[in-house]
C-alpha cells in the first residue's frame, strides 16, 4: 500500500509548508499519484459483492460510500455519464420475438422505396429536394417499432403518437406503401402536391395530408417540445376522468442535431416532475447534421446522457450491435471500452466513410492489444461492425424496457450512421443534401438490400412492391394487425358540441353602465362562466405563462383549481384568502410558469384534442401580447399546420394601452403578425360585447361547424364603461367593421375607424371636430381589418377570374355606402394595420398607429408621442379636409397648434 493520500478524490491529509505554498500558488487542489493496487482491491472486493450479492447491494453500497465522502468532507465529482457502451448487458436481453429474416426484407424494401422517391424526383425535377440518408440510418429504429411497438387506435382509445424526424418521412411513405395505404401513384408525387393526383407532401404536414399525418414536426425543436406537453396533456385529460388511464406512448422519434435547438430540451425536467412514463424519446445519434459532425471534438450521446440523467429521465443506449459482444467480451482487459471512450464522434464518423482498413488502423491500432482482438477479422467486417441503432436485436430490448419503465420519460440513445447503405453518401458531410445517387451507389444499394429489378430500371429508381401474397406484405400487414392497425393515421373522431347561445352572454351585451372594467376583465367572466356551464365546461382549457394575476384570473384559479398532478402537498399561505392558489389533481388550468413556447405546446395538445382524443378540448391560451407572437410564431405555425383550434388571447395588449412598461412590453404589432398566418381568425376588439360575440361566434364556427381556424385576440387593461350592444351589430362585428355612433349633427363629412381602446380616441375626436370645428364624422369600430381584407381579396380574385360576369363588392365597399370624405384610421397597432384596406378605399384613407419603439408613460403621453389621440385624429382630420378643399387651410394650421401638436417633432417611428 503506498502513503494514505490521495486516492482518485484526494482524502484529505495535512499538508507541508511548501505544499501549502503550491496550493495558493494556482490555487488547485495537486493531484497525487493514484495507487493503482489500492484501487484495485477495492474493485476486486467491490465486484465479489456485486457476484454475491447482486447489483441492488452493490448500489446501496456506492451510495452510502458516496454518502460518507460527502459527510467526511470529499469534493465527490458528479459523474452523469456511464462508459460507452449498451446500458442493457447482453446477459439481459431478451431474444427478437419477430421473424427477423422477413423483417430484414420489408425493411430492405422501405429503404429501397423510400430512397427511389428522392433519387427518382430529382431526377425528373432536379432540385425537387427530397433526403435520403436521414432514413437510411432510422429505419431499424422505426421497423422494430412498427412491427412490435407501436400501438394503433384501438376501441375508443386512439393509440400512441408518433412524433417522427420530418425529413425521414420518405421512409413512412414507403412503408405506407408496402402496407397497400398508399399507393404509386402517390410516391411518383412526391413533392409534386400540385398536379390533379394525389401527391405526397415533404414533410409530416396535417394540412396537407389530413387522413395521415397528425403532428407537424420538420421545424427543429418543436417535436420534442410538443412531443412533451403532448404526453403532459394525456395525463391531464386522465386525471381529470376526461378519458380513461391507459398505458399507450408518446414516441419521438428526433435527430441528434435537432437537439441543439433550445426547444428540444428547454422543458425535459416538466417531463421528468411530471414524472411522463408515457413519453419516449428516441434519438437517432448518427452523429451528423446538416453541415457536418454534431459533436465531431466530442461525443453527442455523452453530452445527451449526462443533461437527461441529470434531468431525471431513464437513459437507454443503444451504442453498438450485437457484433461487438463476441470482442468485448474477449476483451478482458477494458481496453475496447476504453477506446470507445476515448474516440470523438468525428473520428467515429470516419470510421465508416474510410473503411475498414482505415478503422483497423486507427481505431484497433492505438493499442496492441486490441488489434491483437480483431486479427482474425477482415478489413470488410471491421467496417461492418454495426451501430446499435442498426441492430433490431438491440433497439427490441431497448424499447422493450423503454415501455416497461414506470416513474419517468426515457431517451433512447440510438447510436447510428447517416446515410447507412447508400455507398460513396455513408457518414459523408454531404450526405444530407444528397438527393440522387451514383449509377454506383444505386447498383451498390440494390445488391445489398437484394431488390430485385432490373439494372436499368433500378437506375431509374423504380418503386418495388411485391405482390399482396407476398410473404414481405402478408407479414408486414400480419403484424400491424396485431398491433391494433396502420399507424400514421389521421382520423378525426365524431363528436357532439353545441356552442352556447349568445343569449347565454346577455350579461357582457348589456354594458357596464357606470361601472369602469376593461375587455380582459370581461374575457375573464366571460371565462368563468364559460367554465361553470354543465355541458361544455369541462372542455375549457386555460392556458396562462405565469400572468394569472396581471389579468386578473385568481378568481378562476380558486374556481377551477391549477392542473397539479399530485394535487397540492402543502398548504398554501393565503389558504385563509378567498382567492386563494388553489392546485388540484382534477385541477382545469395549465399554469404553466414562465414558457410560453411550453404554454403553446400546451395550445396545441388542447387544441388538436378534438382530433388526437375525440374531445372538443377549447383552449384559451392568455399570454403577454408582446410575448406571443413574435416568441413563439413558429409555434404558432406548426400550431396551424395541425389543424389547431381555440383562443389565443394577447393580454396587456396595445402600444400605448399598456403604460409604463416601455420598449421590450409594448406590443404594437402581433396583430401584423398574426395576420400571416392563413387559419388564424385576428379580431381587436373594443368592448366587451364585442369580445363576446367573438368568442361565441368562434366556438359555433371551430367546434359546431368544425371549421378549421383558431382565433387571436388582443385584450386590453384600460377601463372604461362598456357600452350596450347596439342593435344589429352582431354581424359587423364578426365581418370586421359596424358603425358604432353616427355624426352628432347632420351628414358625416369625415369617417373615423377606432380599434381597441382607440375607439374611445375617435369618439372624443368626433366631439372636439364637432364642437370646436364645426365638422361633422361617423365613428366606425373596426374589429377586424384582416376579416375585412381576406373577404375583400377574395371577392377581389373572383372579380379577375371573372371578367365578364358582374363585379362583386367586398364588404368594405357595402359597409361604407354613402359613408362620404376621407377615412382616419387610428389603432394601438402598426399602420399598416388599417393599411390594409387601403385598395377598396379610393385613397381616402390616412392611417394612424402606433409604429416604432415603446416608452415607459402613462396612456395621455404615449398617445400623444406616438399621434393616436384624439387631437392627432382630429387634426388629422382637418389636414385632409383642408388638402380637400373642404376645410380653410388657416384653421387647419392653427388646430395644431390649439390641440398641442408640435408640428417639427421628430417622427415616432424614428424616435
Ligand atoms: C428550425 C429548423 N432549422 C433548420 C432546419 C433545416 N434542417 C433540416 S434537417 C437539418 C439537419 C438535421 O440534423 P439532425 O437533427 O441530426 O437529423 P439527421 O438528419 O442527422 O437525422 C436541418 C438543419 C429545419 N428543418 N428546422
Ligand atoms: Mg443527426
Partial sequence: MGPKRGGMCGTPVPLSQDENENMKADSKPTNTVPDYEEISEWIEAFDQIVAQEGSGVACELVEALVKRAHEAGVDVPVQLNTPYQNTIPVEEEESYPGDRVLERRIKSLVRWNAMAMVHRQNKKDPGIGGHISTY?????????????????????????????????????????????????????????????????????HPWLMPDFWKFPTVSMGLGPLNSIYQARFMRYLENRGLIPHTSRKVWAFLGDGEMDEPESMGSITLAS???LDNLIFVVNCNLQRLDGPVRGNGKIVNELEAAFRGAGWNVIKVLWGSDWDPLFAKDKSGLLLKRMGEVVDGELQNYKAKGGAYVRHNFFGKYPELLELVKDMTDDQLWNLHRGGHDPQKVYNAYKRAVEHRGGPTIILAQTVKGYGLGSAEARNATHQEKKLSEESILAFRKRFEIPIPEEAAKEGAFYRPPDDSPEVVYAKYRRKAMGGFMMIREVPKFEFKAPPLESFNEFLAGSGRRSVSTTMGYVSMLRQLMKDGTIGKYIVPIIPDEARTFGMESIIRQVGIYASQGQLYNPHDQDMLLYYREDKAGQILEEGITEAGSMASMTAAGTSYANYGLPMIPFFTFYSMFGFQRVGDLIWAFADARGKGFICGGTAGRTTLMGEGLQHQDGHSIVLSSTVPTCATYDPAFVYEVAVIIQDGMRRMYENREDLFYYIPLYNQDYSMPEMPKGSQEGI???????????????????????????????????????????????????????????????????????????????????????GPIVAATDYMKIVPDQLAPWLQGRLTSLGTDGFGRSDNRDYLRKHFEVNAEAIATAALSRLAREGKFDVKKAKKAFEELGIDTERKDPVKA
Avoid: M
Fill in 136 to 204: 437510411s440510418s432510422l429505419a431499424t429504429l422505426l421497423e422494430v417499432g412498427f412491427n412490435h411497438f407501436f400501438q394503433a387506435a384501438y376501441a375508443d382509445q386512439p393509440g400512441d403518437f408518433v412524433y417522427l424526424q420530418g425529413h425521414a418521412a420518405p421512409g413512412v411513405y414507403a412503408r405506407a406503401y408496402l402496407v397497400g395505404r398508399l399507393t404509386e401513384e402517390h410516391l411518383q408525387n412526391f413533392r409534386h402536391e400540385l398536379r390533379g393526383k394525389p401527391g405526397l407532401s415533404s414533410y409530416p
Fill in 273 to 275: 416532475r411530471e414524472k
Fill in 734 to 820: 364578426l365581418k370586421g367593421i359596424y358603425k358604432f355612433k353616427s355624426a352628432p349633427a347632420g351628414k358625416a363629412a369625415v369617417q373615423l375607424f377606432g380599434s381597441g381602446p382607440i375607439l374611445n380616441e375617435a369618439l372624443r375626436a368626433q366631439q372636439i371636430l364637432a364642437e370646436k370645428y364645426g365638422v361633422q364624422a361617423d365613428v366606425w369600430s373596426v374589429t377586424s381589418y384582416n376579416q375585412l381584407r381576406r373577404e375583400a381579396l377574395e371577392t377581389e380574385r373572383w372579380n379577375r377570374l371573372h371578367p365578364g360576369e358582374k363585379e362583386r363588392r367586398p364588404h368594405i365597399v357595402n359597409a361604407l355606402d354613402g359613408a362620404e
